[in-house]
């Protein structure tokens, strides 16, 4: 079976002349894994994605999530927000040990938490997920090799999972409410959205 071809969650692709390469693109709550060339592509704000690869064989994958707001300022893996973060990263490392990747070769580049989003800078919503993400990665044994986290700036980021290479452009000037009304409307889904259940890891 040719698992190149699972698109999961992440229907949007396109070709890219600059890269020459094809390319996915993944909106929030998305992801996608390729044992291909294909660039994965995302946009974040206070959002945070994963690029998960593992090293010897060059399989790779990138998530974008965001915890939804629990209401308190609680951090840790055992809050309600947190699990749905715990739920995404396990949706992508299942994919990857499905498609014949080890847990001990996996490494991790992280990307995202941004303080970007009107009226929630309060809520230290970037830092929130960016405190997630990196102690989940401790936590798995999952060695974290490169990250931009935090600022001020939405990031565009370009996964290249058959060489590990990651480029991450920041968005100064923006042109449009795009990025800020895509994760608001993101926030009010996974708020609203009954918890996942648990997801069988493979060995």
Known sequence: MNYDNNAHLAPTTYYDRHFDRQAVKILPGEYFVTNGDKMIVTVLGSCIAVCLRDKAIGIGGMNHFLLPND????????????RYGVYAMELLINHLLKMGASRTRLEAKVFGGGNVLRGLKLNNVGQRNAAFVL????????????KDLLDEFPRKVYFFPDTGNVLVKKIKTL???TIMDRESEYRMRVKFTPKSGDVELFD
């Open 71 to 82: 209401g308190n300022n609680e951090t840790g893996l055992l809050t309600e927000s947190a």
């Open 135 to 146: 102690e989940y990665l401790h936590n798995e044994n999952i060695p974290v090799i490169a």
């Open 175 to 177: 042109h449009n409410t």
